[in-house]
């Protein structure tokens, strides 16, 4: 047999039994499939990672290590033979319980990843266990036997080559005999510490094992039937898309769209692997293939909306016919790995705007040192609460008259900061959180549904 499919299931996806049988049925009705990654179940990241923090309040603690007994212990109790899969859920779980207790004393990234793992490591367990007793050959594997990164925990970084090396010679094998389970956004250093991808990043990984085992599909199954020209539930008439490229499906996810995880389709995009996205609840909706060519190429494709942005201007009368000036900026927010996303200059200020996409999630700071350090350069303004409101499309730039029907949909909002001509397939500006979904209403009402 030759190239076989990857299929990966997010949280809701694996959330309880019903959710997991669905996941069977599907990978049962496509016999390419042989190769299953997990998320953990819904909820499950955001207990461990409340508990990762540093609970100090034992009562608290106890209260959310009962909450991650209570999500497991539910689909235990409807295994037909629970016993081995029991004994592996409780040992995890008493894992869990004696690194959050260290957690309250001391908090750190290494902790972190440890017990932010152990969701992936339990819905494993589950899923191999309701896979087999549907009468499949499944077996669990643990991903960290190959998901060599390096030890930047919180975000780790993929270790290339050896991934590929150790796929070859560990992974592939099994996935010729069986239906393989395993776990996404984990992996392990050169020491054996376990690593995670940052939030989002279990379909980045799924992504990377697609591209080691050589895959001829990554199928992504989520909790929506594909990707929509914006998120429906801000707009009840967006539509799904059934096609859409590599670059437009990239700039979506950079700019928030909830669906796939900015980073995610690189390793496809390197070996020109299709990615699925389906809904486990309605895989008969259908979905929509990301490939990297595709027949249709709308001038506006999709609207996206990126939350929890953080502007930071610099004034400076100094700037004025000054050389220089933007390389000491962007020096200081270099030594303090500060990532820059938007960015917009006029003769004596610059607006930018702060990335972040680590597992601890929130908006980004702009660190007191660094603060400091620009304000022996120049005045600075930290602007909080706001939000990216995105156009994605095809040569939006070289199309007449498109900037008046943007621009006279959004002429009732106070627009922050406009970014537009640096890539062919996006618009973008910031407006404050409270007017965000309903800017997005508004162009979606004017560009999509009229």
């Not at 006029?346 to 702060?354: A, G, K, N, Q, R």
Request: net charge negative; hydrophobic share 40%.
């Amino acid at each position: 047999m030759s190239r076989f499919n990857v299929a990966k299931f997010g949280g809701t996806s694996v959330a309880n039994f019903e959710a997991m049988s669905r996941c069977a049925a599907i990978v049962e009705n496509s016999p390419n499939t042989k190769l299953i990654v997990s998320s953990a179940c819904s909820g499950v990241t955001n207990l461990l990672v409340e508990l990762a923090g540093g609970v100090q309040n034992a009562e608290r603690r106890e209260q959310l290590l009962a909450q991650l007994a209570d999500i497991h212990h539910s689909v235990l109790d409807q295994l037909a033979d629970p016993v081995d899969t029991e004994k592996q859920i409780q040992a995890l779980l008493a894992s869990v319980a004696s690194a959050a207790e260290a957690a309250s004393y001391q908090s750190s990234k290494k902790l972190t990843d440890h017990l932010v793992a152990t969701g992936e490591l339990m819905s494993t367990y589950l899923l191999t266990q309701v896979v087999k007793e549907r009468g499949n050959d499944a077996v669990r594997f643990d991903i960290r036997d190959i998901m060599r990164t390096d030890d930047n925990f919180g975000k780790a970084e993929a270790q290339l080559d050896e991934i590929s090396a150790l796929a070859q010679e560990k992974l592939v094998p099994l996935c010729k005999k069986h239906i393989v389970v395993t776990q996404g956004f984990i992996g392990s250093d050169a020491e054996g510490n376990t690593t995670t991808f940052g939030r989002g990043g279990s379909d980045y990984s799924a992504s990377l094992i697609a591209e080691a085992v050589q895959a001829s599909g990554l199928e992504i199954w989520t909790d929506v039937p594909g990707i929509y020209t914006t998120d429906p539930r801000i707009a009840p008439k967006a539509t799904p898309i059934s096609e859409i490229s590599f670059s437009e499906a990239s700039e979506m996810a950079n700019f928030g769209a909830k669906i796939l995880h900015p980073s995610t389709l690189v390793p496809a995009l390197r070996h020109d692997i299709p990615v699925f996205v389906g809904s486990s609840k309605q895989p008969e909706k259908g979905g929509t293939w990301i490939r990297h060519q595709v027949q249709s190429k709308p001038l506006f494709r999709a609207l996206a909306l990126r939350r929890n942005q953080t502007m930071v201007t610099l004034r400076s009368a100094n700037m004025f016919h000054a050389y220089g000036f933007l390389a000491k900026v962007f020096e200081i927010l270099a030594k303090h790995k500060i990532s820059v996303d938007l960015i917009t200059t006029s003769e004596i200020s610059v607006s930018l705007t702060l990335d972040q996409t680590d597992t601890a999630g929130g908006a980004p700071e702009l660190p007191c040192e660094a603060k400091q350090e620009l304000e022996q350069l120049c005045k600075v303004e930290v602007e909080h609460n706001l939000c990216l409101v995105a156009l994605i499309g095809n040569k939006i730039s070289e199309k007449k008259g498109y900037a008046s029907q943007v621009f006279s949909a959004v002429e009732d909002f106070n627009l922050k900061m406009i970014c537009y001509g640096a890539s062919p397939h996006n618009m973008c500006f910031l407006v404050h959180e409270s007017e965000s979904t309903d800017a997005i209403e508004k162009l979606h009402l004017e560009l999509f549904e009229q």
